[in-house]
């Protein structure tokens, strides 16, 4: 069974455009992720969501947008796509254990290429 | 997150022990070491974390400096799947919630030659 899952996973677009990448986890976690890998390889994380909180990383422009259907999801949309969000965009979810850690599963990614 | 600094890259033998450094000088005390690695062409996987206390699992084994500004990942027998690019992280479960995602820097390269 895969834990975590994306949705497809290859996107090629224009630029303009509008798209959305889904993600589902069934793992039961209360908290899931979406991140940014771009052609040098960095990851970045764009947001995190439980049912409670949104904490979206202040450089990630307003044209991204994170959907959450339900706990299990956590869809990424993204409006007028540019050149420059060709990257591979990884979901992950996580649960706290005991005492506050939390380990990270990811998906296998999505590489949004927009031309 | 507190920064890490890790050796761009690692040669080691298939076989052989592996041992992937990681600075944190400026760790604070309540700031967790956590490794995940990335495969080519997949997403990061967790591997590993710890305290205080040299830890073990299936995966590797962590071991902790006594002033926790360095620690160390041991893979006991690399094989060619572990060729990845592994990455220290710190992470304070009291500060964001944890909500806030991981922090990754440039990670190291791992290269296993058979």
């Known amino acids: 069974d895969t834990a975590v899952s994306q949705t497809p996973k290859y996107l090629v677009t224009q630029m303009g455009n509008d798209k959305s990448i889904k993600c589902e986890q069934n793992?039961?976690?209360?908290?899931m992720y979406w991140y940014k890998q771009d052609s040098k390889k960095f990851l970045k994380i764009m947001f995190s969501?439980?049912?409670?909180?949104?904490?979206i990383n202040e450089t990630v422009p307003n044209r991204f947008s994170p959907k959450s259907p339900d706990k299990a999801h956590l869809n990424l949309h993204i409006n007028s796509l540019e050149l420059g969000d060709s990257a591979v965009y990884f979901c992950a979810s996580s649960q706290r254990l005991a005492g506050g850690v939390d380990t990270q599963y990811f998906g296998p990614g999505t590489r949004l290429t927009v031309l | 997150d507190a920064k890490t600094t890790q050796p761009n890259s690692m040669e080691s033998n298939e076989e052989e022990p592996v041992h992937l450094p990681c600075n944190h000088s400026?760790?604070?005390?309540?700031?967790?070491i956590h490794w995940y690695r990335q495969l080519p062409s997949q997403g990061p996987e967790y591997v590993i974390h710890?305290?205080?206390s040299n830890v073990n699992n299936r995966m590797a084994s962590l071991a902790i400096a006594e002033d926790r500004k360095s620690s160390t990942l041991i893979l006991h027998r690399a094989t060619l799947r572990d060729a990845a690019v592994y990455y220290c992280?710190?992470?304070?479960?009291?500060?964001?919630?944890?909500?806030?995602?991981?922090?990754f820097g440039k990670g190291t390269h791992l290269i296993i030659q058979p």
């Open positions: 992280i710190l992470r304070d479960p009291y500060s964001g919630g944890g909500a806030d995602g991981l922090t």
């Open positions: 969501y439980n049912n409670k909180e949104l904490i």
């Open positions: 400026t760790i604070s005390g309540t700031d967790y």
């Open positions: 710890g305290l205080t």
């Open positions: 793992l039961g976690h209360d908290t």
